[in-house]
């Protein structure tokens, strides 16, 4: 594979799109710093298709990232592979409000022919090339420059080696059938709502107890504030004020600004400071929280009564059992709440739909309906069906 030098300026970004433009895919990675800011600062971008790669420097004076923004967002001919790339596509929405499509994420794949799962990169190249990733510039200051040839090498290296397992993933999908799985959850990736900064939506991000509409609606304008605040100010929202102090105000407001003194996490200046006053203000302007804006109500109790844990825990055992019987990641069959909800009686739920219905879903439900039970089988567990009998019909009583 054709590695190129750095590329910092338009005309280079501009051929190297242009050939990159007609390959089946591109492997893509960037390296960015985000510990001091709201939005992600991009540093470098790496990409790479099956014949070449290059690092391209956006902080480079002048430099035109159109014609790659244009490759990554507009080309749908261009399959764009990641690996754990939310972060990446983040970014990338946030140049172009758009984000890259077709899309084909590694991390996520891996679970759908291996129990592993968000397999590290690291152990991604490992299992797959045999090849151990040089981690000494993992924690590496990207927006310093000048960047050394090792930084970029080892930059580089992110998606010449994605290059390489791509199609062996792929070809790994195909054998066993599972590629149709996947198209959900890759969609889910590639869906511009989930990087969406939408500081109406900021208050779902805060964990809170209860469904009370006042304190959720004073939640959602302290949320709402924060997130506005950190944006003006480029800096992360926990820089402002943590969760856990804006839950603790929402469910105990102060009645005038001075008792900002007292809560926990904020400082005595908010007592009489700007943005203390900004945050009174937001607390005003709270109402109630409507009715079709309230989380959904948890499902409380079980069809077993007290059993009802316990009738969760043999969900989680089967769900185990499936996972390793079929050598697919657990978590892709079904997450940890979903099967406490089918213990309390809820059916609607992703599992039971779809391919994870065929594969997982049919028999927990079937579990849950007293229709399975466990079985050992030669030292290993395993599942087995319960015939139920038919009740007998009543007797009809002569008249």
């Known amino acids: 594979m054709k590695i190129h030098p750095l590329i910092t300026t338009s005309a280079e970004l501009a051929d190297l799109c242009a050939r990159l433009s007609k390959a089946d895919f591109v492997c893509v990675d960037t390296e960015f710093m985000r510990e001091n800011t709201y939005w992600p600062e991009l540093c470098l971008i790496q990409i790479a298709d099956s014949e070449e790669a290059a690092a391209i420097d956006p902080m480079a004076k002048g430099i035109d990232m159109s014609p790659l923004l244009e490759l990554l967002v507009d080309n749908e001919d261009v399959l764009k592979i990641f690996h754990a790339g939310g972060q990446d596509v983040e970014i990338i929405y946030n140049l172009t409000g758009k984000t890259p499509h077709p899309i084909f994420d590694t991390q996520i794949a891996t679970m759908a022919v291996s129990q ?95 469904r009370n509409p006042a304190m959720l609606g004073r939640l959602k304008a302290l949320a709402h504030w924060r997130e506005l605040e950190a944006q003006d100010k480029n ?18 407001p102060p009645k005038v600004q001075a008792d900002l003194a ?82 309390a009686g809820i059916r609607e739920l992703p599992m039971l739909n779809g391919w994870r219905f065929e594969v997982f879903g049919r028999d927990a439900l079937e579990l849950v309906e007293g229709k399975m039970a466990f079985a050992v089988v030669k030292n290993r567990l395993k599942m087995t069906r319960i015939e139920v009998p038919e009740p007998e019909p009543e007797p009809i009583e002569a008249e």
């Open 116 to 210: 592993s799962e968000q397999i590290g990169y690291s152990n991604l190249v490992e299992s797959w090339l045999g090849i151990a990733v040089d981690k000494g510039a993992r924690f590496t200051d990207w927006g310093r420059r000048p960047l050394t040839e090792r930084q970029i090498e080892y930059a580089i290296g992110d998606v010449t080696h994605l290059a390489k397992i791509f199609p062996k993933l792929l070809n790994r999908l195909m054998k066993t059938g599972r590629g149709e799985w996947l198209d959900i959850e890759m969609e889910k990736l590639a869906d511009p709502a989930g990087y969406r900064n939408d500081p109406d939506l900021s208050w779902q991000r805060i964990k809170a107890p209860g």
């Open 262 to 343: 007292k809560v926990r996490g904020l400082s005595p200046a908010w007592k009489d400071n700007e943005i203390g006053r900004r945050m009174m203000a937001a607390l005003d302007s709270a109402t109630p929280m409507r009715e079709d804006e309230l989380p959904p109500r948890t499902p409380r109790g079980a069809p077993l009564g007290k059993e009802g844990a316990l009738v969760a825990d043999l969900l989680k055992l089967l769900l185990k059992i499936r996972s390793r019987e079929i050598d697919v990641a657990a978590r892709l069959l079904a997450r940890t709440d979903e099967l406490e909800l089918l213990a």
């Open 235 to 252: 800096i992360p929202r926990g820089r402002i004020a943590r969760d856990e102090t804006v839950a603790d105000i929402a469910s105990h």
